[in-house]
């Protein structure tokens, strides 16, 4: 049985740092550990290999379990939940609620110039990674990550923005399965770049189809993914 993992509890003036550290829990960082289910995670030994406080680890953690993406046990490991085909759709239906409801707070009314550039920016950087020959998969995550990060928090909604970090761990949940490949990566970054050129055309009808093909896209990979495991 392993042993008690340490406890790691800072002081109060860490508790700032703490939280920043929590907003940074991409999946690059963690996408090494390529989490498939039934996998125990450690937290003393994800804050090691991360480089981040074992109570940031801990914290981020706890957010994923309303969600049934992991479980623990008093005194024990976490371990990585598996999805059952009803599980993924609901997390793709959740997603889908969030997402789309900000694009289209985003679009109605005309793309602000701010936004529009915030877009070019993605626009670029996804077709940068698109074009390379070997990309690293821990980037092609970040810039999966930060294209979903850009489109929930240019909705301008207060409450997504407070709750933003426990939104992404869902998407880091979708992101970082052993099977996730480099042509799985380069799918979904042409199909971001399909719905940015939509919103910067203005066009929510594009952009919104674009997107949940995106999203049904990602259920349909997790759900490969499961039955590969069964």
């Known amino acids: 049985m392993d042993p008690p993992e340490a406890d790691s509890r800072a002081p109060d003036g860490r508790r700032g740092v703490e939280a920043a550290e929590s907003e940074r829990f991409s999946p690059g960082r963690i996408g090494k550990r390529r989490l498939r289910p039934g996998d125990q995670i450690s937290e003393l030994a ?4 991360i480089g981040m406080a074992t109570v940031s680890i801990r914290e981020a953690l706890l957010e994923m379990m309303p969600l049934g993406l992991l479980t623990k046990r ?18 793709r239906e959740f997603r ?3 997402e789309v409801f900000s694009l289209r707070k985003l679009l109605v009314g005309g793309l602000s110039k701010e936004h529009r550039g915030a ?6 950087e ?12 821990s980037k092609i995550l970040d810039v999966d990550l930060g294209f979903h ?5 240019s909705a301008g909604n207060s409450f997504l ?13 979708q992101l970082i399965s ?9 799918l979904g970054l042409g199909q971001h770049l399909r719905i940015i050129r939509a919103i910067l055309r203005g066009d929510l009808a594009s952009a919104e189809r674009a997107l949940i093909e995106h999203l049904r896209s990602a259920e349909d990979f997790i759900s490969s993914m499961a039955n590969q495991l069964r």
């Open 149 to 153: 990060r850009l489109l929930i928090e």
């Open 74 to 91: 008093e005194r024990q490991k976490w371990v990585v939940a598996t999805f059952s085909a009803e599980r993924t759709r609901e997390l």
């Open 178 to 186: 052993p099977f996730y490949t480099l042509a799985q990566g380069r």
């Open 119 to 124: 877009f070019v920016s993605s626009e670029t």
């Open 96 to 98: 889908e609620m969030i």
């Open 161 to 173: 923005k407070e709750r933003a970090g426990f939104i992404y761990l869902i998407i880091v949940f």
């Open 126 to 137: 996804t077709r940068q990674f698109v074009g390379q020959q070997r990309p690293l998969i």
């Open 46 to 49: 994800l804050a090691n290999k």
